[in-house]
């Protein structure tokens, strides 16, 4: 069984900064990709930023570019997305996924953690 436990997430002012982790445990598993989406009260769960581990390929969603930076490890399947100037909007449960496949798919999730941003 695979499992990604993300941490991290907490409570900051608008204009702050946040780290999130995560960290993959369980069976061994090679991760083509890897990425970080959130789900705010009410909306469907979007994609905040991925990564294709295979030549480095990064996607970011429009409302967060320029402020967050996905970076991982392949190797151990671990994931980070540093998040600056953060707006009340950025307030969701964020959650890591990694996927196996060579196609646009995530295999794996975690639980998520929960980032609130005041205003």
């Known amino acids: 069984q695979v499992r990604l436990v993300e941490s991290g997430g907490g409570l900051v002012q608008a204009g702050g900064s946040l780290r999130l982790s995560c960290a993959a445990s369980g069976r061994t598993f090679s991760s083509y990709r890897m990425g970080w989406f959130r789900q705010a009260p009410g909306k469907p769960r979007e994609s905040v930023a991925e990564?294709?581990?295979?030549?480095?390929?990064?996607y970011y969603s429009d409302s967060v570019k320029g402020r967050f930076t996905i970076s991982g490890d392949s190797a151990k399947n671990t994931l980070w997305l540093q998040m600056n100037a953060l707006k009340p909007e950025d307030t969701a449960v964020y959650y890591c996924a990694a996927g196996i496949s060579t196609i646009r798919r995530y295999d794996y999730w975690g639980q998520g953690t929960q980032v609130t941003v005041s205003s």
């Open positions: 990564i294709a581990w295979s030549g480095d390929n990064r």
